[in-house]
């Protein structure tokens, strides 16, 4: 089932830049995008979500885009920080439900 | 803050033996979730729970498994006769319910080993 991609398995950036992290997804029924973030032998933490009626929603350090055309969406952490070294999930729910698909993770490693 | 809290951490249990996994949701959530995570794959959805019965449920999620949630603060899943397959990290969530925004949060986890 890959109908939430995260094609990148991790991703290395310096202390105070930027950190992209993608998704891609399949399922033309999905309108409703979250992210989350996940240390070792812990839960998912809810980071930020986005309606399908918005194309960004910014909360703090953290921005996510979404380009409905492209069934594309990334999350941008600026300036990144050591603290959010961490898995990050992309997932996704259909229209009037409350299922969540989840993508494989990004591991993001955040270098001082 | 208010938080999802699981118990136990770690179940470890024989095959073909029943299990309960719990779940205390934040207190004025409606929805409540289940999901696992099966080592080195994604998360999956197993069930969502809304009114005292379930409302969404996955392929995942055949007769073996059960919920309840026995009184108004605690969230069971119950494994009836447990295979090996069924080793993973298990998670519950709940969300507030709001019909504009559908972000669930997560406890710990309660990691299942079924030997």
């Known amino acids: 089932d890959q109908q939430v991609k995260q094609n990148s398995p991790s991703l290395s950036v310096q202390e105070g830049r930027i950190s992209i992290l993608n998704c891609d997804y399949t399922?033309?029924?999905?309108?409703?995008f979250l992210w989350y973030k996940k240390y070792p032998a812990e839960g998912p933490t809810f980071l930020i979500s986005i309606s399908s009626i918005k194309d960004k929603n910014e909360d703090g350090r953290f921005t996510v885009f979404l380009n409905k055309s492209a069934k594309h969406l990334s999350l941008h952490i600026v300036p990144s920080q050591p603290g959010d070294s961490a898995v990050y999930f992309c997932a996704a729910a259909r229209a009037g439900r409350r299922a969540l698909t989840f993508g494989s993770g990004t591991r993001l490693q955040v270098q001082p | 803050e208010p938080e999802v809290t699981q118990t136990p951490s770690h179940q470890v249990t024989q095959m073909g033996q029943e299990v309960i996994l719990r779940c205390v949701p934040i207190s004025n959530h409606l929805y409540f979730y289940w999901y696992r995570q099966i080592l080195g794959q994604k998360v999956e959805f197993l069930v969502s729970?809304?009114?005292?019965?379930?409302?969404?449920k996955s392929e995942i999620f055949d007769d073996q498994f059960s919920v309840e949630r026995p009184d108004g603060s605690n969230f069971t899943l119950k494994i009836r006769s447990t295979k090996l397959e069924d080793s993973a990290m298990y998670f519950c969530?709940?969300?507030?319910?709001?019909?504009?925004?559908?972000?669930?949060?997560f406890g710990p986890g309660t990691r299942l080993t079924v030997t």
């Open positions: 399922n033309s029924m999905f309108d409703y």
């Open positions: 969530a709940s969300s507030a319910g709001s019909s504009v925004s559908y972000e669930q949060y």
């Open positions: 729970f809304y009114n005292n019965e379930i409302s969404e």
